[in-house]
């Protein structure tokens, strides 16, 4: 497995495979690598015959009150299960690799608006700016996301539709610890407790799947998801939503493709889980 620092030497490698009808699979991350990360890796290397990961805590998609210095890193370790995953090259540049006085970024209109957007209004743009420069490095065929941050799969789906780049977004299943909570790099900030609590939110995103039906108002079901995550007295909702999956603006009532997502804090960490329905 190659480890690559630096863009220079990122594109010259990526050259070695033109004209050679190999297909290429690209995972980008912020390292910290679970079960979750390697699914997408897994996907990849099955399908492709080359897979690259990125491992980049990329700035541009903090903001300046969130966890940037302390986001957790263990480069040695993502490197071991990345060798062990049948990954062919990871990239993992140092912010000034990729950003040297910034004055050009990508922004998305209307599907950054809701869900995480209204806490985190530049995150998006953070976060299509670094892909639309790792695609270019890569020029991969496929690149994978996990549906567990839906809103950013649909971003970035719709992102590099509009600016015609060509390859596949495909979406991987949220992979969960063994009492549901969606895993997370952001996991080890729970305190013991916190982490006992945090399941609620699969739970009640579970019994709200089961009370669907068509025709349904977004609101009860909205209502019924937070009563039960408020049952929890650690957890602090940041929102509780029903949106459509093309647009991402609320919905009234049910009747079409819509992701149920949430956000909730245990203490200072915020926590993402969502079901799609009607896909
Ligand atoms: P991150 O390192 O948090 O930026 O995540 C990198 C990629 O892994 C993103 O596409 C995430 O959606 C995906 N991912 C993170 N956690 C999970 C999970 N529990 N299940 C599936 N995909 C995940």
Not at 97 to 110: A, G, P
Not at 184 to 206: D, F, G, M
Not at 219 to 224: A, F, G, K, R, V
Request: proline share 5%; hydrophobic share 35%; aromatic share 10%.
């Amino acid at each position: 497995m190659k480890t690559i620092k630096t863009v220079k030497e990122l594109r010259e490698y990526r050259k070695t495979f033109d004209g050679k009808g190999v297909s290429i699979g690209f995972v980008p991350t912020m390292g910290y690598l679970h079960d979750g990360h390697m699914a997408l890796v897994d996907a990849s290397v099955k399908a492709n015959d080359i897979t690259f990961v990125s491992i980049f805590v990329n700035p541009t998609q903090f903001a300046p009150n969130e966890d940037l210095e302390s986001y957790p890193r263990d480069l040695d370790r993502d490197l071991k299960l990345c060798e062990e995953h049948g990954v062919d090259c990871v990239f993992t540049p140092d912010p000034d690799e990729m950003y040297q006085n910034q004055k050009t970024y990508v922004t998305i209109e209307d599907l950054g608006a809701h869900l995480c957007g209204k806490s985190r209004p530049t995150h998006f743009r953070g976060v299509l700016t670094v892909l639309t420069k790792l695609f270019h490095f890569t020029r991969p065929d496929r690149a994978y996301f996990g549906k567990k941050d839906a809103q950013q799969y649909f971003i970035v789906k719709k992102g590099m539709k509009d600016l015609n780049f060509d390859l596949e977004i495909c979406p991987v299943d949220t992979v969960r610890e063994a009492d549901g909570l969606a895993t997370s790099s952001r996991n080890v900030y729970l305190s013991e407790e916190e982490r006992k609590a945090a399941p609620i939110i699969h739970q009640a995103l579970e019994h709200g799947e089961a009370s669907i039906v068509k025709g349904m108002k977004a609101q009860d079901l909205i209502d019924q998801i937070t009563k039960e995550i408020e049952s929890e007295p650690l957890a602090k909702i940041d929102y509780v939503s029903v949106v459509d999956q093309e647009d991402l603006a609320p919905v009234e009532v049910i009747d079409g493709p819509v992701l149920v997502a949430v956000a909730v804090f245990f203490g200072k960490t915020r926590l993402l889980d969502n079901f799609f329905y009607g896909e």
